[in-house]
């Protein structure tokens, strides 16, 4: 089928693009993108099967009048839970959830069960993912056998498998000579590592951060330098080998700066925060609610701040979900023994467009946090309109004023701390490959 997207405000961070336009998508293509393009293109030739598709909009057409529409967005860490944890999330139900929050591309951390460090579980993963997923899905493989920091993964297997990249993530590389070799053969193999900074000694049995607020709540506490000292350690590993290195989750102002240095020096290192730690302080610890449960924790306000900086002056590459569904097996406790982690995929986007509610982000560099940059750090072609490039398209009401309602959401988890949220701005439609991956439902 094609469709026609009609007088919408193309914002494409890659080509610099934001005006108005119309975009023309066939075969899964983008075909045409221009001021004025005529309905008498459009061909809409479908077996009866797909003609009752209620996704489907009348005659191909889309009215996108007043309405963005900007390059499929693409998480680049998530947690989709299979094989191992199906009854948190599935490969099936993870890539609904992101097609509902605007995500047309997520990547996949490794930390299931089995472990993604061979071939067979990455092509599982891939398998999962033709057979049943609503977006692109990509596989990312461990760094060490098993995630037990003992001993390196087959990086070469992986990458033949289809890995875009590798990490630990949810546990650091604690050995420093062992993380040095996995720079030295993941760069040599094309391949970024993402690191989980994190100082174990350091973090000890904390479960928030470290400050005023742990202790008035009589909580143990996480200082920043349990993540701050890694991330410099990480950095000076990838100074001495020449290798990019991806920093993950940045929660601390000493990261920040961290990270602000070493891009000053050369140094090849990208890296990434999630929206929980622009909209959320360790205050939000308060009344012992799990899902303001996460590693690394909550920080402080002017960690936030630091942040926010951050992704202004580009030291903060990218804005992942880093999704982490968790059951009320794991959530429904107190706070102390309950999981780490909160899902993200459908409350991303509105909470990154809060940043530019608020006058901290222009449109434009928060789509590219949300679209080329992550795909660019990845080495994905991906994040971009072309012409001729998959038709992965996220088509987003900017003004449109909703109520965070987690009973709704695709995932099959529900641990967000984001419930009853007043945001503004949403996906309202999702395309994937050219499909119609996700509509809101009075667009049906």
């Known amino acids: 089928m094609s469709l026609l997207f009609k007088n919408a405000r193309v914002v494409d961070p890659a080509s610099g693009i934001d005006g108005r336009m119309d975009v023309l998508v066939a075969r899964g293509k983008i075909v045409e993108i221009g001021p004025t393009i005529p309905e008498s293109k459009i ?21 996108c009048t007043s309405k963005i529409l900007v390059p499929g967005l693409l998480d680049m860490h998530c947690h989709l839970r299979e094989p191992g944890f199906e009854y948190k999330e599935t490969i099936e139900s993870g890539s609904k959830a992101g097609a509902a929050g605007g995500y047309t591309s997520l990547v996949c951390m490794a930390n299931t069960l089995p472990v993604n460090d061979c071939w067979a579980v990455t092509e599982y993963i891939l398998q999962q993912a033709r057979e049943r997923a609503s977006t692109h899905i990509f596989p990312v493989g461990a760094v060490t056998k098993g995630l037990k920091g003992e001993s390196l993964a087959e990086m070469g297997e992986l990458k033949d498998a289809g890995v875009v990249a590798l990490s630990d993530d949810g546990k650091p590389v604690v050995n420093a000579c062992l993380f040095r070799r996995a720079l030295e053969y993941a760069g040599g193999l094309g391949l970024t590592i993402i690191s989980h900074c994190e100082d174990l000694d350091l973090a000890g049995q904390g479960v928030m951060n470290e400050g005023f607020i742990a202790t008035t709540l009589g909580l143990r506490g996480i200082p920043n330098a349990a993540e701050e000292v890694m991330v410099l350690r990480d950095i000076a590993l990838a100074e001495l080998t020449g290798a990019p290195l991806h920093v993950a989750h940045v929660s601390t102002a000493g990261s ?36 303001t449960k996460m590693n690394p924790p909550l920080r402080e306000a002017k960690d936030v701040k630091a942040v926010i900086e951050g992704l202004k002056d580009g030291t903060l590459d990218a804005i992942a979900t880093d999704h982490a569904p968790q059951s009320a097996v794991e959530k429904d406790v107190e706070f102390e023994y309950a999981a780490n982690g909160i899902i993200g995929l459908e409350t991303a986007l509105p909470l990154t467009l809060k940043l530019v509610h608020e006058g901290h982000l222009p449109l434009m560099k928060a789509i590219e946090k949300l679209t080329v940059q992550p795909a660019r750090i990845l080495g994905l072609d991906k994040g971009r309109l072309r012409v001729n490039a998959d038709a992965d398209l996220t088509l987003i009401d900017l003004d449109r004023e909703h109520t965070v309602e987690k009973s709704q959401f695709k995932s099959k988890s529900r641990n967000s701390p984001f419930q009853g949220w007043k945001l503004k701005g949403i996906a309202i439609m999702t395309i994937v490959s050219g499909r119609i991956a996700y509509r809101v439902p009075e667009l049906s």
């Open 43 to 63: 061909k809409f030739n479908l077996p009866a099967s797909e003609s009752q598709d209620p996704f489907l909009p009348q005659g191909g057409v889309i009215d």
């Open 256 to 291: 920040v700066r961290a990270i602000r240095e070493a891009k000053s020096q050369g140094v090849k290192v990208t890296a990434e925060t999630a929206p929980h730690y622009f909209s959320l302080t360790d205050e939000a610890v308060q009344g012992f609610d799990p899902n």
